[in-house]
């Protein structure tokens, strides 16, 4: 005896048995959303419990906003950070404003060394945030605004008289000795590009300025950073002499390279290791040079 398959023989059993087909589909869909939802809750659950027991660093942060009552008291506050491999006391200070305290103000951009805006003053030195590591301080990790500055906010300061200063030395490639084709490029030895390669790092960061004791006490000095910067035009040899003298007569003021006492703290704290102090040096043996008149 043939067995054959039977068919429903209602449109309602039909219907009945589609139902039941999705029915079944979505509770294998709900226990797959479950089961997602559960390894996620799993996975947050472990790294909350990895940032409970991960090593945390003490911050002590000066603040100060003289726009807030109340908080126009000089003060320090503090932040315990969770510390991981290669954070830099910018990330610290990013993390505790993102996670702590979203008022906490200071100057950040590339993180790269580069843009020089995050100079801070950080257990007793000028450094600049995103290049130091916090596993190369001591606790607490102290951090202030570069000295000899007016704190606008927290960890920010004015830095208008220390780009005056910068300015004032005309920081610009100035030649009168152009090449006579039009497209011909002007050139220069690579001796003479050695010798000024290291005064094209700086990155005005200021944190120079804020380490010399001369510029703390006389704020018509130049500074270090304005003088290097008149060194790095005044050695280029495609300016020529005559605008070389013009430099050595800006900088050979009073208040110029004259006023500098080779303490070396300029050179000490600079973040692109430029050798600031002999920059200085040579620039006053070169004023002096200038000056001889033999008959």
């Not at 797959?32 to 790294?47: P, T």
């Not at 030649?175 to 990155?203: D, V």
């Not at 910067?229 to 050695?235: G, N, S, V």
């Not at 973040?271 to 002096?288: F, G, N, W």
Request: hydrophobic share 30%; glycine share 4%.
């Amino acid at each position: 005896m043939s067995t054959q398959r039977q068919q429903p023989e209602t449109e309602t059993e039909t219907e009945s048995t589609e139902s039941e087909g999705e029915t079944a589909q979505e509770r294998r869909l709900d226990e797959k959303r479950r089961r997602a939802e559960e390894r996620e809750r799993k996975r947050v659950e472990a790294e909350e419990r990895a940032a409970a027991d991960a090593e945390r660093y003490h911050l002590k942060v000066f603040r100060y906003d003289p726009e807030v009552e109340g908080k126009q008291e000089p003060r320090f506050d503090d932040f315990h950070v969770p510390y991981e491999p290669g954070m830099t006391v910018l990330d610290a200070l990013i993390y505790a404003r993102d996670q702590f305290d979203a008022s906490l103000t200071f100057r950040h951009s590339c993180r790269q060394a580069i843009c020089g805006s995050d100079a801070l003053f950080v257990n007793g030195s000028q450094r600049l945030g995103c290049q130091t590591q916090l596993s190369d301080l001591d606790q607490p990790v102290r951090i202030e605004p570069l000295p000899h500055s007016e704190v606008v906010k927290d960890l920010v300061v004015d830095m208008e008289h220390f780009y005056d200063q910068m300015e004032s030395v005309e920081p610009y490639f100035q030649t009168e000795n152009r090449p006579e084709g039009e497209l011909e490029e002007q050139r220069q030895s690579r001796e003479n590009r050695e010798k000024i390669k290291k005064s094209t790092r700086c990155i005005w960061c200021g944190a120079c300025m804020s380490s010399c004791n001369i510029a703390a006490g006389d704020n018509e000095y130049l500074g270090p950073a304005a003088i290097n910067k008149a060194y790095r035009f005044a050695m280029d040899e495609r300016e020529g002499e005559d605008m070389k003298q013009r430099r050595l007569e800006i900088i050979e003021q009073e208040h110029g390279v004259w006023r500098c006492q080779t303490q070396f703290s300029c050179t000490e704290v600079c973040p692109k290791d430029i050798p600031l102090t002999e920059h200085i040096q040579e620039l006053k043996r070169e004023a002096v040079k200038s000056n001889l008149k033999f008959w």
